[in-house]
């Protein structure tokens, strides 16, 4: 059965960032002096760092570009696509100079692992550029300034994330609003101007990612809202058996107390008993067993505290859970 | 470049020759008794809206923009006052109407259109309007109709100012002064005009909340020069320059907190036209220069964008009478653009030939007009455009009519070349037009009465769309869509008059269902929906009336709502006193527009201004004798 669930995104606090041990790509390695971008007029494609690789289309013929660019653009106050490689925290995550830019507007924007191997993405920094915060801030001439005339329209931009594995979209998406207008208290409405982790561990390991936009300023033409957005901080798990399939979701299968000290119980809903698997962050394994059906407790006694995956054979995805 | 306009000088500059050879025997002819006229020209087979130098003078001050939405069927697509407004006629777009400024074209061939909010109706002695197509005549763009702006020769002998002063709401300040001056064989016009306007009018939001519009000032100011000068009765030659420079900045939409975009257009048109009738023959030779540029300029974004766009037009036509019944002519028109812009990569610049041929048949119950017309751009070949249209005129004052013709659009130089999106493989937009009709008059000593109903369809091929393909990763120009096109026009004109008074009533009433036969993805489109920004109703009523040294006319015009990019505008209606009294050579104008305060938009997001008032003074002062001065 295919399951399609959207989660709601955690957002955790920058000091709560400590916890992870993994990989994470910042960019840096392009060596960018302040204020300057690669947009791919080189025709490589795109951008490798690490084991990343982030795809970029380049027309020469019509000097335009969808995919990522690489930027260290500090620019927060220039409106409009002139200024479309800033971000509008004016840097990249954690005061760092380089971050990715991210457009497109036809679903394609990808980033993939270049090894074989597929990854569990923690998560990353994402925040807007400057041109769609503005654009979503003031308005422009082609864009509505959200809330729309008299404040109150509903007005939202949507990134909604989602894994590939072996050429096939795994089971989960992750919804990230880049703005949200929704809110009864227009107080409360909000266009993200800082930098802020997204959890992606709950896509499971994939090997490529996709993002897709939504937007409540959509026409005929498409959505009217420049489709830019910025990443940092890439963050992964080490890589896993491609055996594993992605995109459980502990919402299908409980795991009580989570956090957890010593021990943690699963429950097992279905009627064939299935292995299971628990990882650490780096991606050792830490624990195997079989899931029987009903409640199955399971202990991590002499572990330290930190994050840990379960993963269940013939379900998608990985289930965090965290030891405290 | 050069071969071609070399070629087409040789061509010009040697029948030129054969016809100064022929008109050196014409000085010596008699009088001519019977003059061949350009069957283009007078077109006498179908829908006309003509409006003379007193309906313009009632207009003073206004843009051909105003004019046309207020008092014909076609629908001017407005951003707002003083801002881009463009033409639909007949359920097509805005680049499917020729614009003909004394018998050449001044569309821009970068857009396709022309900006009829900077045609200020001051400019010209002579608007005709005419639905349907008619490449047959005027070529690429002739498709849901023509308009015919036209100069004409002042009649006046001896020197003549003309001047009016216009203030408005809005700090709306118009001012023109025109000088003419008339001998026997040749006659001299200069006019000047300015406007300004803050455009700062209040405008109602969706929520109720009223809201000032801001960065929406202009400035505009023209300088045209005719010059006419005839020989003797059978040669004509004139010469016209007409230069404008227009300032506007763009205000914000509804939904925009503030604008500081702005926009420069600057405008320079010349024609030299010679005519000479030689018996039964009218030979013309015409060419024309014009130069366009447009300066956009967005000081929040830090975009500038220039175009500027050069037109050569070499025109001969030579017009035969046969007998009483029979006219045919016979013409050949060279253009030579060039565009430069910062949209595109390069230069581009395209050659274009044009042959054309029309024959017509005459008498008292018919009329009968057949034609032809081929274009070569860059020596690619497009569809031969031919026409047949047919009168009969039957009972009293009876006539029915109909038409048929093949029209084409050349793609405009954005669409092949506009980086991203342009597409150098488009082809060309071919279209078949079908109308009948039925026309009644009666004409009494006191009343006149006349009523039309014409009924049309348009199927077009190779609709030009910008689209999402899959190979590309932008929007881009393609050849994607037909459209089918119905419609039901009418015209309704009454009139009475007194010895010191008269009356006079028109309207007109549209119908008109212009859909996409087939449903799109990329713009997403459904199947046999209207197209955009264009309305299925249109009506408009004007009543004058004239007593003494009084006029008054109120003007009514309904339109129905459109289907736009994203949400759909509602139907609106407005209306216009017009109020002018005469007083020896002083003419004082009182003019409200939007009467009644409508809240309307025509784009959306664009809102349009509410009950706006104007009065002005017209200074006529003729006859005055030189040696006084």
Known sequence: MKQFITLTVLLISLSGTSLFAQTTIDFESFGLEADTFLNGSDLSGGFSTENIFLKNDYSVDFDSWVGWSISTMRDTITPGFTNQYAAITGSGANGSATYAVGYDFSGSNVITFTDSTSQIVEGFFITNSTYAYLSMLNGDSFAKRFGGESGDDPDFFLLSLRGYKDGALTADSVSFYLADYRFENNEEDYIVDEWTFVELAALGAVDSLSFVFYSSDEGSFGINTPLYFCVDDIQLMPAISSSTTPGLSSSLIPAYPNPFRNSFTIGWEESRSQPF?????????????????????LELRNQPEGIYYLMVGTKAGAIKLIKS | MKQHILFSILIIYSLSLFAQTEGDHTFQLEEVDIEAVSIRQEQLIGEEWRFDSLDLARASH???????????????KSYGLGSLASISMRGAGANHT???????????????????????????????VHPGGNSAAWGSGAVGGSLSLDNIPSLHEGLSVTSSHLLGSFGKQAHATEFSYGKETWSSETSWYQLSADNDFTYQLLNGKERQNTNGDIRNWGLLQEIYFSPSVNHQLSATVWFQDTDRNIPPTTTQNESLAFQADRALRATLNWKTHVKRNLLSLQTGFSEESISFQDKAIRLVSDSKVQRWVQEINLSRQVREQWTYEFGYQ????RAEADGYQNMHDRHQHAVFANGRYQDETWIIDIGARQEVADELFYPLCPRVAASYSFLSGLRAFGAVSRNVRIPTLNELYWSPGGNPELKAEKSWNQEVGLAWEKQTATTSLSYQLTYYQRQTRDWVLWALQESLPFWSAVNLSEVHTRGLSQQLNWGLSGNTWKIDASGGYEWVQSVHTSSLQSPRIEENTQLFYVPQHKAHLSLRLSWQAWQFQYTHTYTSGVETFSTPLPSWQVGQLFLSYRWRMLEGILRIDNVWDSSYRIIERRPMPGRAIETGININLKSLNMSNL
């Open chain 2, 334 to 337: 060279y253009q030579y653009v």
């Open chain 2, 98 to 128: 020729a614009i003909i400024w004394n018998g050449l074209p001044i569309e821009n061939p970068m857009l396709g259109q022309t900006d009829l909010a900077l045609l200020p109706l001051v400019s010209i002695d002579q608007l005709r």
């Open chain 1, 277 to 297: 698997t628990i990882l650490n962050l780096q991606g050792q394994v830490i624990k195997k067993g079989i899931l029987e059906p009903g409640e199955n407790l």
């Open chain 2, 62 to 76: 206004q843009s051909l923009a105003d004019l046309l939405q207020r008092e014909t069927n076609a629908y001017i």
